[in-house]
């Protein structure tokens, strides 16, 4: 007991017990906090799930049926994962506006925040892929514009044109352009298939991959018309109109002009 | 005289000493030509061919036509550090690195178009004015050769950068050289110098595009032209204007000055357009990689109708022998090309065996008043313009929102329906339109104005036209058709019976016409109002 009394007298008692209060009552603070953090999630996600179910009642399920179950005209939701919902619905394709070939790209019918709320539900009946947060969606950083080029050519150019312009498919159906959208809805595009895109999983296109074809999708948009007005970049159609309309035309009324004048 | 006409002067005398060209000048420079705006529609081709010329030999002082493999560091950032041929680099490198070499590209690449855009507008003035006529068959010819060789010179210009769109249309090439029955896979590995796409095809082209077909080229054109000028230009029909004369203007000065004046205004319209507006941006395509396609690969227009043929092209396929025939390009590909090209260059011939007129014509004729030559055209023109709009049937379908397979099924229907529809409706019109011009003739102009007779009834008063007009409308001949005889004198069938009565019956068809006005029934009329 002297030894602790005298130990309470030592210079350096009232700085260690300081400290070792405030770690005590930190970590505490940290424990209680950490599990609030965690209650609060689940109250949010739940809160989520409850307004996706109450928006999926609303808009979607006349189509893809109460619970998500899929009917006739419409595919099942359940498994199909948050992306999924995020890209169809996130640019506008679904709700769809009518029963056409393929859903179109529109402004979005639902905010971001309840777009989020569906995905979350339709997250909630199965598992699926999820949506790629910010941190992997860094493509100036991990992604390369030359091989995103390559990979493009190689993957994408044969439906979405050279350029990403979009180009058709058999019966009615094309292929979008894929100037103006979100990187994040592109990588939603790739680990989805939406309509009548094919699937690129992580083994075919790996992350890293995905990212340089964005970048590349990003430069291509960002770039100057170089050579002059850039005529759709759908290649020679539309420089043949334009030879066959402007050229041959300012040509054929120059030498009208010319055979008139000598009268 | 002034001490300049005298220093001028001594040098014309010290030329023409030595060269005796003062005759030939002074004839030559009075030479006459007729004056008509659609006579200027082959300056068009002449001066573009110019412009190729000029831009071309710029463009070869840095393109290096190698298929050698290197690695991209010119200045396009997105594909730095892509691997590609030397050929497509050193393309990248004129259209980024070499001063005004973007527009030299692009200036050649539309003078291309409106080469063969020209050559096409030129083509459709002689054939609907029966230009083409005697004695000028062989200038049509080489006409049609000059059109055929200018789609090929096209196609291997467009394809010597080796981009991913002109790989896909040597691959293209390449099947249709196989799809040749029997010799097709030999020809094909002669041509690549082995299995496609190889090492050696840019260099071969290179040397096709760049030095055997422009000396081509420039031998035709020059017989072309000297044709013109030994048998003088061809003149629509108008006062004074006969077979035997040319009225017109003469070389110097009026079409010295008209003719150069445009050639600017072709370069200018030329480079305004490589100034404003991309053609062949090859650094989107990328590199080829025959792993790689791009959607909407088509080709430039002069090839289009031939791509849109292919595409609308039914899976035929015959199994002969242990080999397979692809009717599937084989006929849209060398078959009905060639049986295009090959009527279009016989023309004139078949038209003076239906005819049978073997006279020379220097006066042009209106289209109207050769209706079935016409129609023809017309008939070919509307065959040309289906399959030229299947070859975008993708771009069309994408920005019109239609199917591509509806596309394919009415331009499969359309292409065997619309020419013939074509050819008659032509036929008539032209029929209406020399109908027209009778009434003309016979019954002067509508005023428009009404008249009350006394009677009570109204009348419009037609005002005759000038004697001029009415020359106009009928100075044409109207050839009655071909009576060869079936029966010889002794009533015994010729051995030629079935050839006649078919060339006969083609005849009578072919002069068909509403009968021009005569002279006759205008006094007869005049009697009457």
């Known amino acids: 007991m002297k030894r602790l009394s005298r130990l309470r007298r030592h210079r350096a008692a009232g700085p260690v ?16 906090s950490a599990v609030n953090q965690e209650n609060a999630n689940v109250q949010s996600r739940s809160a989520a799930i409850a307004e996706g179910k109450e928006i999926f009642l609303r808009g979607c399920s006349s189509c893809h049926g109460l619970n998500a179950e899929g009917q006739e005209i419409a595919p099942s939701l359940i498994g199909v994962g948050a992306a999924s919902v995020d890209f169809q619905v996130g640019t506008g394709r679904m709700p769809m506006a009518d029963m056409s070939q393929q859903a179109m790209r529109k402004a979005p019918v639902y905010s971001p925040e309840e777009v989020h709320a569906l995905a ?40 979405h044109n050279f350029a990403g312009q979009g180009g058709a498919l058999t019966q009615g159906k094309y292929a979008p352009t894929v100037m103006g959208v979100q ?63 402007l050229g041959i035309g300012l040509l054929i009324g120059v030498a009208v002009w010319l055979a008139a004048k000598a009268r | ?130 230009a083409f006529r005697k004695p000028r068959e062989f200038n049509w010819i080489i006409g049609v050769g000059l059109l055929t060789l200018g789609i090929v010179e096209g196609f291997l210009g467009y394809s010597l950068p080796d981009d991913l ?19 097709g896979s030999y020809l094909s590995y002669f041509a690549f110098g082995g299995a496609f796409p190889g090492l050696a095809f840019i260099p071969r082209i290179y040397v096709v595009h760049v030095l055997l077909l422009p000396g081509i080229f420039l031998a035709l054109i020059t017989v072309h032209l000297m044709l013109v000028w030994y048998q003088k230009h061809t003149q629509f029909p108008g006062p004074g204007r006969t077979e035997k004369n040319v009225v017109g203007y003469p070389l110097m000065p009026v079409y010295m000055a008209k003719a150069g004046g445009f050639f600017f205004i072709v370069f200018g319209v030329t480079a305004f357009l490589g100034a404003v507006a991309s053609i062949n941006p090859i650094w989107l395509y990328g590199p080829y990689n025959p792993g ?18 292919v595409r609308m092209s039914p899976p035929l396929e015959t199994y002969l ?41 220097h006066l042009l004729d209106r289209p109207r008043n050769a209706p079935n030559r016409t129609a023809i055209g017309v008939m070919a023109l509307t065959f040309t313009l289906v399959s030229l709009i299947n070859g975008g049937n993708d771009i069309i379908a994408t920005t019109f ?99 006649n009565k078919i060339r006969n019956r083609i005849s009578r068809a072919h002069a068909v016409a509403v009968p021009k006005a005569t002279e006759t029934e205008r006094r007869e009329l005049e009697g009457h109002h």
């Open chain 1, 120 to 159: 979350t539900y339709v997250a909630s009946l199965a598992p699926g892929p999820a949506v790629p947060g910010d941190e992997l969606l860094n493509y100036e950083r991990d992604g390369s514009v030359a091989e995103g080029g390559e990979l493009f050519r190689t993957n994408c150019a044969m439906c």
């Open chain 2, 401 to 499: 929102d239609l199917t591509i397979n509806q596309m394919m099924w009415f331009s499969r229907i359309a292409i065997i329906v619309l020419p013939p529809i074509a050819f008659i409706v032509t036929k008539r019109l032209c029929l209406s339109l020399q109908r027209a011009d009778r009434d003309l003739v016979l019954h002067g102009r509508e005023t428009g104005r009404l008249v009350r007779m006394p009677s009570g009834e109204f009348v419009e008063v037609h005002e005759p036209i000038t004697p001029e007009k009415a020359w106009l409308l009928t100075s044409h001949e109207q050839l009655a058709p071909l009576e060869l005889p079936e029966i010889d004198g002794a009533g015994v069938r010729r051995p030629a019976a079935i050839r």
């Open chain 2, 1 to 130: 005289m002034t001490a300049r006409e005298r220093v001028a002067g001594n040098v014309a005398s010290y030329v023409d000493d030595r060269t005796g060209g003062a005759k030939w000048m002074k004839k030559n420079l009075q030479k006459v030509f007729p004056d008509h705006w659609s006579f200027l529609l082959g300056e068009i081709c002449l001066y573009s061919f110019i412009i190729l010329l000029l831009s071309g030999t710029f463009l070869t002082f840095w393109f290096d036509p190698s298929m050698r493999e290197v690695v991209y560091e010119g200045a396009y950032e997105p594909l730095q550090g892509v691997k590609m041929s030397a050929a497509y680099a050193s393309a990248l490198e004129i259209s980024f690195e070499v001063r005004g070499g973007l527009l030299m590209r692009q200036i050649h690449h539309w003078a291309a178009l409106i080469f063969m855009v020209g050559i096409v507008v030129h083509l459709m003035r002689v054939f609907f004015t029966g």
């Open chain 2, 292 to 309: 790689q396609v791009s959607a909407g690969s088509q080709p430039d227009w002069y090839m289009g109708w031939l791509d849109g043929l």
């Open chain 1, 183 to 245: 990187p994040k809805h592109i990588y939603e595009a790739m680990i989805t298939g939406p309509q009548a895109m094919p699937v690129f999983s992580d083994k075919t296109l790996t992350p890293e991959e995905k990212l340089s074809i964005i970048k590349w999708i990003k430069s291509a948009e960002s770039e100057p018309q170089l050579g002059g007005v850039a005529l759709g970049r759908v290649g020679p159609v539309t420089e043949g109109l334009l030879a066959w309309t």
């Open chain 2, 321 to 361: 022998f242990g080999y397979t025939v692809s009717w599937n390009i084989l006929i849209p590909g060398l078959i009905l090309p060639g049986i295009m090209f090959t009527g279009l260059a016989l023309y004139p011939f078949i038209e003076s065996w239906i005819t049978g007129d073997k006279r020379e014509h």
């Open chain 1, 17 to 32: 017990l300081l400290i070792f209060a405030l770690f005590t009552i930190g970590t505490t603070f940290q424990v209680a």
């Open chain 2, 165 to 183: 769109l002109s790989g896909t249309g040597i691959r293209i090439a390449e099947a249709i050289i196989q799809a040749i029955p029997v010799v």
